[in-house]
């Protein structure tokens, strides 16, 4: 038995004051409009995530 494989991405890009979420599945994409809240959670997840190797 085989599956296909499904290429997937969600990240958010920082403009430094705000974020853009980008999100593609499949064919289909999407893209939310810059959001400060979304360079907010960018900011938090960096800290969060880069705490291990500090």
Do not use: S
Request: hydrophobic share 45%; glycine share 8%.
């Amino acid at each position: 038995m085989e599956e296909a494989f499904t290429a997937e991405l969600i990240c958010i890009v920082d403009t430094l004051d705000r974020g853009l979420l980008v999100t593609r599945k499949g064919d289909g994409g999407r893209a939310l409009p810059p959001l400060r809240l979304m360079h907010w959670a960018k900011a938090a997840f960096e800290k969060r995530y880069l705490r291990q190797y500090r």
